[in-house]
Nanobody, 123 residues
Framework: QVQLVESGGGLVQAGGSLRLSCAAS????????MGWFRQAPGKEREFLAA????????SYADSVKGRFTISREHAKNTVYLQMNSLKPEDTAVYYC????????????????WGQGTQVTVSS
């Protein structure tokens, strides 16, 4: 199994920035891709970004392209999500997930999930 632990969430004003971290442990050799998703109350889980663990290739949802940046650090088995120009509509619980293909955007395509971290953007 792969264990994922997110951190870095919190309360921020609109226009501000946050950086989320996701530390992976366990069978990390089986991880080929990492993704970030979010889920707001009453809404479905939404794909945000994904990265190839090996090549570093990335994919973004249109809603966050140009504002959010996904990156990874091999030495720490950690993936980051840098979030800039945050908006109140970015308020949600943010999850990281591991999978086998960074090009996939469906939540069901990702096998392991973290517990989530709350991001609240005030207006």
């Amino acid at each position: 199994q792969v264990q994922l632990v997110e951190s870095g969430g919190g309360l921020v004003q609109a226009g501000g920035s946050l950086r989320l971290s996701c530390a992976a442990s366990g069978r990390t050799y089986s991880v080929y891709a990492m993704g970030w998703f979010r889920q707001a109350p009453g809404k479905e889980r939404e794909f945000l970004a994904a990265i190839s663990w090996g090549s570093g290739a990335t994919s973004y949802a249109d809603s966050v392209k140009g504002r959010f940046t996904i990156s990874r650090e091999h030495a720490k088995n950690t993936v980051y999500l840098q979030m800039n120009s945050l908006k109140p509509e970015d308020t949600a619980v943010y999850y990281c997930a591991s999978g086998t293909d960074w090009r996939l955007r469906r939540a069901a395509s990702y096998e392991y999930w973290g517990q989530g971290t709350q991001v609240t953007v005030s207006s």
